[in-house]
């Protein structure tokens, strides 16, 4: 058995909740032992630099410390959370400065960093500490015939001098475990492209059409439904849906499935634990390719 | 060893539409996607139309996207490109219009640069210094020039001031693509690296409040592409949000961008936690929740509502530690 801790990030313990009630599932069919971080705070949703830099280093630096004095990695299931972990793991690590200045802050608290804590999203915490023949192993559902368009967005990849799991210019990694689960992957650019989230309070427009032109190009790949990652795509992708729609005039209706929910309908979890009720475009047609398509 | 090169190509003369014209070409060690180009150019097809100039990584002409990355011709090899795609596909930049296979339009690119006012401000400003200019004979520059290490070490900027203006970054960024009337990432970096410099002469932080209007700074979606692309190792993206952190401290706050950091900083600060609520109200006021009302409702009756009060962070003290700590309790 494998053990993290276990940071969830705000958004999968607010609106996103589907999403870490689907990770605890997959967690406890693959043998993932998740222990809780009921300290940790918010990371800062990726702009906290812009209103402190020194803020962004004391509130990360402190859940890494956290983890670091439980001996444990953390495991992320929000692309946001894992950039901004690892962009202050990589600051403390490399720059003896911060990392003076953010223990001195820590020692305060009674905590200390010394750089050890290994930040892992959910995606190649699977591929690479699970085993994709491991997941193989335990799927009872096959994903056949289903084809998925992974939208990987943007901060599990870049910047590569941060987080550093897979090709930036090619990424592979979602595509490997959507096939070790029987599904074919859909190709389309904007894979690795921005869901636009971060200005989607700010400028909707922008953010809306960035989600929109995505999902226009996965259903013209004939995508049958679009995972990913990371909440707040899911939140740009499905909840805003109806919006990005109208945003770029043309007709979508894709469902967007959290990846730890894809894993889980492979795992055998039905309509009720994914929390599909939750989201915004259905998954009923999906559930019912699954339901067929027992192994 | 033989390998293939896909162009873009296109002439508006004579195409109705683009397309895709493939070449064989005879690899060399150490051959660059220029070195490749010129060799069709000269011998297999002296149509192919393509920028490029120092061959060296410093003028940014051969700016191209390959393999669908904007990269340097010049600056990249053929052979990992193979190895990586099996064929060298090159297409013009993204988010200018083209002018000729791979050639683009630059203009709403600098235009985009000249409106940050890319030049110190000061005694100059009331001579009409609102274009680039020559120096007419005689003139001098009147305000002290620094070698770049002192500059550097003046303001810790040891990136910006590389930038070759080759549109890489632009060609990558997502705010320009999703709106094309956004500054953009050249132009924001250069806007930060005029704000920091000493001796320029901005007396009412007019950089800092022109660059928080709409398409400005607080445009920028964070995709990182910027900082990944750049040829030059710059990022564009560090610098913008140094320019948040700069506009905040100055308390200039007009901007729904600004809200929007400033009400995170705050839930956090208040709960340890993000409250998706307070934080859309706080950044988009009532018309934003408003607009916002037919989604949030459909989100609603699915279940999908964050809850309205959130539950502080065990050891809530620490956080409020770190904001006293940094003199950050009273913003």
Not at chain 1, 96 to 116: R, V
Not at chain 1, 238 to 245: K, N, P, R
Not at chain 2, 56 to 85: D, H, R, W, Y
Not at chain 2, 133 to 148: D, F, M, N, R, W
């Amino acid at each position: 058995m494998i053990t993290y801790a276990y940071y969830p990030g705000c958004v999968a313990q607010e609106s996103g909740k589907e999403l870490d009630n689907a990770t605890k599932f997959i967690a406890d069919k693959l043998g993932i032992n998740l222990i809780p971080m009921p300290e940790a705070s918010c990371c800062g949703g990726g702009v906290i630099d812009g209103f402190d830099k020194n803020l962004k280093l004391f509130i990360n630096g402190r859940t890494l410390a956290l983890a670091e004095k439980d001996g444990l990695d953390i495991m992320t299931i929000c692309n946001t959370c894992t950039l901004t972990l690892s962009e202050v793991n990589e600051e403390l690590i490399n720059n003896p400065e911060s990392l003076e200045k953010t223990n001195e802050y820590l020692a305060k608290i009674g905590l200390k960093y010394s750089g050890k804590v290994k930040v892992k999203h959910i995606l190649y915490a699977v591929r690479d500490d699970i085993g994709l023949d491991k997941l193989k192993e335990k799927a009872v559902k096959s994903l056949k015939g289903i084809n998925i368009a992974p939208f990987y967005g943007c901060h599990i990849l870049r910047p590569s001098s941060a987080v550093k799991f897979d090709d930036v210019e090619n990424p592979q990694g979602f595509e490997e475990l959507i096939k070790a689960l029987g599904g074919e992957p859909v190709s389309y650019g904007r894979r690795t492209k921005c869901c636009g989230f971060q200005t989607i309070l700010v400028n909707e427009a922008t953010s809306t059409s960035l989600a929109g032109n995505a999902i226009f190009e996965a259903q013209e790949k004939n995508a049958d439904v679009m995972v990913t990652p990371c909440p707040l795509c899911h939140l740009s992708l499905d909840t805003y849906q109806t919006v990005a729609a109208k945003s770029i005039n043309k007709k979508l209706s894709l469902p967007i499935l959290h990846l730890p929910q894809l894993i889980g309908i492979a795992l055998g979890g039905d309509y009720a634990e994914m929390g599909f009720s939750r989201h915004n475009v259905s998954l009923r047609g999906i559930m019912a390719k699954v339901r067929q398509n027992e192994i | 060893m033989e390998f293939k090169i896909r162009a873009y190509r296109f002439n508006p003369d004579t195409d109705e539409k683009p397309y895709y014209k493939e070449y064989t070409v005879e690899d060399y060690p150490g051959m660059t996607v220029l070195n490749a180009l010129i060799k069709v150019k000269s011998e297999l097809d002296g149509t192919l139309s393509f920028r490029r100039s120092c061959r060296s990584a410093i003028c940014g002409s051969c700016a191209m996207k390959i393999n669908g990355i904007s990269k340097l011709a010049c600056k990249t090899q053929v052979s990992p490109e193979i190895e990586k795609f099996g064929i060298i596909n090159v297409e013009p930049l993204a988010n200018m219009p083209v002018i000729r296979d791979l050639i683009v339009e630059q203009e709403s690119f600098f235009d985009k640069i000249k409106e940050i006012k890319p030049y110190l401000l000061g005694q100059r400003e009331d001579e009409g210094h609102d274009n680039f200019h020559a120096l007419k004979e005689g003139e001098k520059i009147s305000q002290p020039v620094y070698y770049k290490y002192e500059f550097q070490n003046l303001t810790g900027n040891n990136d910006t001031p590389n930038c070759i203006l080759c549109e890489c970054c632009y060609s990558e960024c997502g705010g320009v693509v999703g709106n094309p009337r956004y500054l953009g990432p050249a132009a924001l970096a250069k806007l930060y690296r005029y704000c920091e410099d000493p001796r320029d002469n901005d007396k009412n932080g007019s950089r800092l409040v022109n660059g928080s209007k709409p398409d400005g700074m607080w445009d920028c979606v964070h995709c990182q592409s910027c900082e990944e692309f750049c040829p030059k190792g710059i990022s564009p993206v560090k610098s913008i949000v140094k320019l948040h952190e700069r506009t905040i401290k100055n308390s200039i706050t007009f901007s729904a961008g600004s809200k929007h950091v400033v009400s995170i900083a705050k839930s956090i600060g208040e709960t340890g936690r993000l409250d998706e609520i307070k934080v859309a109200f706080d950044s988009g006021g009532i018309s934003g929740l408003i607009n916002d009302l037919p989604m949030a409702f459909g989100a609603g009756l699915k279940g999908k509502i964050p809850p309205l009060r959130l539950k502080l962070i065990k050891d809530m003290d620490d956080i409020r530690l770190a904001y006293k700590e940094l003199d950050l309790e009273e913003k």
